[in-house]
């Protein structure tokens, strides 16, 4: 009204300064760093049983030890084999863990640079939220995607054809790793084996291996 001004009481102004206070404390408190969790749920995530690229070869094998509730005597892989040039990496593999058939590569032996998961249990793309291909139109049905992800195929034989989804992302130590889904034969047909996601990759983006190499033995 003409004539008139409001003045907040001396109640009201503190109420609104501690309603600042709390507002800011619990803005503080929450982790700045903190990534945005995927819509495709955990199986994103840079590690596999808590293994993840560069972890030494004792902190890798007790990962898996206690994350796939191994028992007392299970400390060791299933099997071991040298590769790579002069046969100085080493690739461990578990063969029978629930979540499935699990490999882990150690660059020089000692630090990992690739995990390489056989689902047991193979979940679709649609699950994960993978666009089955990169046309425009999957963005216009009203279906979430995960769009950090680059799509292809295995080759070029239809008969053998694996459709593969891959994003990269940079670590704190410069080098890039590389976070990789393939589908089952067949993608193209919609049959449930091309629509099954059968391996999840985690490994050095080609192109970083020296760079890997370099700061992981810093």
């Given at each position: 009204?003409?004539?008139?001004?409001?003045?907040?009481?001396?109640?009201?102004?503190?109420?609104?300064?501690?309603l600042m206070l709390l507002?800011?404390?619990a803005q503080s408190a929450r982790p700045q760093d903190e990534k945005p969790k995927?819509?495709?749920g955990k199986e994103h995530d840079d590690n596999i049983l808590g293994v993840r690229i560069g972890m030494d070869v004792e902190t890798a094998?007790?990962?898996?030890f206690i994350n796939a509730?191994?028992?007392?005597?299970?400390e060791k892989p299933d099997a071991l084999r040298h590769e790579g040039k002069d046969k100085k990496d080493i690739r461990v593999l578990y063969n029978d863990l629930k979540i499935g058939k699990l490999q882990i590569v150690f660059a020089n032996g000692q630090w990992v640079k690739?995990?390489?998961?056989?689902?047991?249990?193979?979940?679709?793309?649609?699950?994960?939220?993978?666009?089955?291909?990169?046309?425009?139109?999957?963005?216009?049905?009203?279906?979430?995607y995960d769009d950090r992800y680059t799509i292809g195929y295995t080759e070029e034989n239809e008969a053998k054809r694996q459709r593969v989804w891959y994003?990269?992302?940079?670590?704190?130590l410069g080098y890039r790793e590389r976070i990789e889904f393939t589908s089952g034969k067949h993608p193209d047909t919609g049959e449930m084996e091309g629509r099954q996601i059968v391996r999840k990759t985690i490994y050095v983006t080609p192109g970083d291996e020296e760079k890997f190499l370099k700061a992981i033995g810093q």
């Open positions: 009204m003409k004539g008139y001004s409001f003045r907040p009481t001396t109640n009201a102004v503190r109420a609104c300064l501690m507002l800011l404390g995927s819509i495709g094998l007790k990962s898996v509730n191994r028992k007392p005597g299970q690739e995990i390489v998961l056989d689902y047991a249990q193979r979940p679709t793309f649609d699950e994960l939220r993978l666009a089955p291909n990169g046309n425009i139109y999957n963005a216009m049905g009203g279906q979430r994003r990269d992302e940079k670590t704190d």
